[in-house]
C-alpha cells in the first residue's frame, strides 16, 4: 500500500498548548508557535530541521550519533491545537513508512526550567512514540483510538489499561470529594480550610446556624486528610519522572521525596537542572545530557541551597554527589 502523498507531506508534529508525555512525567506547555516556530529555523543548519530514525542523532553518552535522513522538515504551521509540519522525505524515509517499518512521529525539543517548549531541534520515525495523541503516519485516517488518547493525556503508557482505569478513578473520587466540601461550605479555589473558618468567624452566634466545634474539626480532619493524599500523589508523580527521565535512583530518591515535601516548587527546579544519573538509552525527546560534575567543579547557587536546606556541609554533599554519579 503506498503512504497517500498529502499525508507524506504534511505531519501532525506536536502539540500546542499543555500536554503530557506516555513517561510519567509533568506537563509540557507551548505557550507561543509562532515564537517556537521561528527559533526553531533560526537554529536550523541549512533552515531545515532533521527527520530521523528512532531519534538517533540526538548524541547519547559516548555512542555515535547517526544523523541519516528520512525526510526534512522545510515549514511548520499552526492548525488547531497542532503544528503542522511539512516534510520533504528521503527515499529511505518514505520507504520506511510505506512498508510500515515506522508509523509515528516523535519531536525533540528543548525546554526551560518551568517546563515550556522554546524551540524543536529535530523529529524521529518511531514506533514508540511519547506523544501518542498525535496522528499515525501510516494513514490518512488512523488516529488514536479514545482509550490511547486518554493515555497520552495522564502520561500512562496506552498498553496499561489498568494503570489508566485506576489513575482516573482515583481522580475523580479527589474531584468530587473535594467539589462537595466546597459547595457545602459555599466556597471556591484557594485555602479551603482557612476560607471554611472565616465564614465561621463572620457568622453571628445564631443557635439556627451554628456549627459545633465538633463538626469543624471533622470537617478541618477530612480536609487535611484529602489534601494530603493530592499532595502526595503530586509529589510520587514527581518523583517518577524524574527516576524516568535518569535523575533520581534508588540511592538518592528518600533525600528527594524529603525535599520535595518541604519545598516542592525548588525540589521541581532542582530535578530539571539536575544531572542524569542513569543512562536511560536513546529516547530522550528534550536537551542534551549535561557534562558530569567533579569535586573541582564546586557547588554552583542552587546546589548551596540544597546543602543548607538539608542540613548537608558542602563537603559532604560534594561526595554523595560524586558517589551518585560513579554509581
Known sequence: MRLPDALADRIELI?????????ARPAFTLADPAAVIAASFAAAPGGRLLVDFDHRSVPVGDARPDTRAAGWITAMEVEGDRIMASVEWTPEGRAALEGRAYRFISPDFLTLPDRRVMRIDSAGLVNTP???????????EDRMEPLDEIAGALGIAA?????????????????TQLASIMTAAGVTGGDVTRQICAKLAERAPDPTQFVSMKAHDAVVRQLASLQDAIT??????????GRAAGKITP???DDFRQLASKDFDFFQRFVDRAPVLVNLGDRQLAGRLPPVKTAADGLDALERQIASRMGVSEADYLKQRAAMQEG
Open 232 to 241: 502526595k500523589d503530586r509529589i510520587d508523580t514527581a518523583i517518577d519522572a
Open 159 to 175: 498498553d496499561k489499561p489498568a494503570d489508566i482505569v485506576a489513575r482516573v478513578k482515583a481522580l475523580a473520587t479527589s474531584e
Open 15 to 23: 502539540p500546542v498548548g499543555q500536554f503530557k508525555t506516555d513517561d
Open 251 to 253: 540511592a538518592n530518591e
Open 130 to 140: 511519547a506523544l501518542p495523541q498525535l496522528r499515525q503516519l501510516a494513514s490518512r
